[in-house]
């Protein structure tokens, strides 16, 4: 009878490409087991690796969005996963047209992982609390400025500092520029006049950025304290809203209200 599991069979049916290339050129840590799920968690389930995924998602390309988007990573960590993730063929690179450094995008295979990290954020969601480990300002602030590159932003720019009196002195002031053709976030005063100051506590702003609470619940609730014109604290609020909606989306555009 003819048999699937004939010697030499498996390996004929299933060759490809990408399969030889993985096995001679790359060299991971494996489960040595058949299941596609730990097949597959040896290639997305290393350290960093689902971080990286993300960021390229949200339309990271360079080296230092990536980086600035994974705070914590080393320099050298970092390159080393992003050379593993170009030699399994996750993700490709190409010069950068300014002259400096790589452009790096993802191939299909890594646009697959897609519903992946979207099926953990709704696990991590549902069944992970928010901890005080959780609530680095910078990251919150970073996937804001973010979410913000795919909103329609006002014609002049918003310098707002945001204090964080429960943190850390190394992370308790950081400035958000609301500017074309990028948002930005600082962590020194970026040398022009500051039009609006956040105090806030790091788990509303986490919220905040997630799309769970709003800037005016926020202010009801006694998280967050605002100076400024009134005029731009609404502005503030409708564009946390619409970055939290845009993160949602993987930074599809969102149109203007």
């Known amino acids: 009878m003819s048999s699937l599991f004939q010697p030499g069979r498996l390996e004929s049916t299933f060759k490809s490409d990408f399969w030889t290339f993985t096995r001679r050129e790359v060299l991971v840590k494996s489960y040595n087991q058949y299941c596609p799920i730990a097949r597959g968690a040896e290639v997305f389930a290393t350290r960093w690796t689902p971080v990286i995924i993300r960021n390229l998602l949200l339309g990271c390309r360079t080296y230092t969005e990536l980086r600035d988007g994974a705070p914590g990573i080393s320099r050298s960590l970092l390159s080393e996963r992003l050379d593993q993730l170009e030699r399994l063929r996750i993700i490709e690179r190409q010069p950068n047209p300014s002259g400096r450094g790589w452009l790096y995008a993802l191939t299909q295979a890594g646009r697959d992982l897609k519903p992946v990290c979207e099926a953990l954020g709704a696990w991590g969601s549902a069944w992970v609390e928010l901890g005080p480990q959780h609530l680095d300002p910078y990251a919150s602030l970073w996937a804001m400025a973010r979410g913000l590159r795919s909103v329609t932003l006002p014609a002049h720019r918003i310098n707002c500092r945001f204090e964080f009196p429960s943190m850390p002195s190394n992370k308790r002031h950081f400035w958000l520029l609301v500017q074309k053709p990028e948002p930005e976030i600082c962590v020194k005063h970026p040398g022009c006049q500051e039009d609006l100051v ?36 609404r502005t503030l609020g409708r564009l946390g809203e619409q970055s939290a909606s845009a993160l949602q989306r993987w930074g599809e555009p969102i149109a203007p209200a």
């Open 198 to 233: 956040v105090t806030a506590d790091p788990e509303w702003l986490a919220r905040w950025v997630l799309g769970q609470i709003s800037l005016a619940q926020g202010l009801k609730y006694g998280s967050v304290e605002t100076s400024g014109p009134d005029r731009l604290v």
